[in-house]
């Protein structure tokens, strides 16, 4: 019943309520004023990992660059934050690359007489671990924290995810959920079968008892799987952040 989450649609939306497409195409014309075998070579670009790319940027013909592709480092943010999505080097996705993707590197590359290199990519994290469903955006860094969106392929996330995800933003939002939890816990909790006369002081003793509960279950939950906040982990290369 629910439209599932296209995470390019939501990364236009936030980058276009920060800044139109032709202004943020003219700033990064004054930033950067300045076959098989092929496909193969872009393959091991994309999953090899050297010291010598981890750095570079990309050099591009401004005049060919379309301005809806090119995202700022903080549009990635918030998208990441939002969704709990990580932001890595491609040699971290551990699926496959799709033939259409390589087709647009190779397109680029073609276009703007280029090698790309240090190629980035938006994905969940147990994609980059385990192959799955969702749906991943391949970046080439421009530099100055400007980035090229190559191609986007995959399924659209659960149109529930933003919600789902949302208590693991911040340190906030997790206690704001586990008030509500308990609230609605000591709710529909039976008082009668404890006691006879339940008065407003049994009701916030019980609501004590049930945040302490579901406040110990969450911190148990997250240390023994050593997670963190998704702000504090959308660019962290470990699975177990």
């Given at each position: 019943m629910l439209?599932?989450?296209?995470?390019?649609?939501?990364?236009?939306?936030?980058?276009?309520?920060?800044?139109?497409?032709?202004?943020?195409?003219?700033?990064?014309?004054?930033?950067?004023?300045e076959?098989?075998?092929?496909?193969?070579?872009?393959?091991h670009?994309?999953?090899?990992?050297?010291?010598?790319?981890?750095?570079?940027?990309?050099?591009?013909?401004?005049?060919?660059?379309?301005a809806?592709?090119i995202?700022?480092?903080?549009?990635?943010?918030?998208?990441c934050?939002?969704?709990?999505?990580?932001?890595?080097?491609?040699?971290y996705?551990k699926g496959d690359?799709?033939?259409?993707?390589?087709?647009?590197?190779?397109?680029?590359?073609?276009e703007?007489?280029?090698?790309?290199?240090?190629?980035?990519i938006?994905?969940p994290?147990k994609l980059?671990?385990?192959?799955?469903?969702?749906d991943?955006?391949?970046?080439?860094?421009?530099g100055?924290?400007?980035?090229y969106?190559?191609?986007?392929?995959?399924?659209?996330?659960?149109?529930?995810?933003k919600?789902?995800?949302w208590?693991?933003?911040?340190f906030e939002n997790?206690?704001?959920t586990i008030?509500?939890?308990?609230?609605?816990?000591?709710?529909?909790?039976?008082?009668?079968?404890?006691?006879?006369?339940?008065?407003?002081?049994?009701?916030?003793?019980m609501?004590?008892?049930?945040?302490?509960?579901?406040?110990?279950?969450?911190?148990?939950?997250?240390?023994?799987?050593?997670?963190?906040?998704?702000t504090?982990?959308?660019?962290?290369?470990?699975?177990?952040?």
């Amino acid at each position: 019943m629910l439209e599932r989450t296209n995470i390019e649609t939501k990364l236009i939306r936030a980058r276009s309520n920060r800044i139109s497409e032709a202004a943020i195409l003219k700033q990064v014309q004054n930033i950067f004023s300045e076959t098989d075998t092929e496909r193969k070579k872009i393959r091991h670009t994309l999953s090899e990992a050297t010291e010598i790319t981890k750095e570079i940027t990309n050099t591009f013909n401004v005049d060919l660059l379309q301005a809806k592709q090119i995202y700022h480092l903080t549009d990635i943010e918030k998208l990441c934050v939002t969704y709990r999505l990580r932001f890595l080097d491609a040699h971290y996705f551990k699926g496959d690359f799709p033939e259409e993707a390589i087709s647009k590197i190779r397109h680029l590359e073609k276009e703007h007489q280029t090698q790309l290199v240090s190629l980035k990519i938006v994905a969940p994290a147990k994609l980059l671990k385990l192959e799955n469903a969702d749906d991943p955006l391949l970046f080439a860094p421009m530099g100055n924290d400007y980035f090229y969106l190559i191609h986007k392929w995959g399924n659209d996330l659960h149109p529930l995810r933003k919600w789902l995800m949302w208590p693991y933003k911040t340190f906030e939002n997790l206690v704001l959920t586990i008030f509500v939890i308990s609230i609605l816990l000591t709710y529909i909790t039976p008082m009668q079968l404890f006691i006879h006369t339940v008065a407003m002081q049994e009701y916030v003793l019980m609501f004590l008892f049930m945040f302490k509960a579901v406040a110990g279950i969450v911190l148990f939950y997250g240390f023994a799987k050593g997670k963190n906040f998704t702000t504090a982990i959308w660019r962290s290369k470990y699975y177990n952040a």
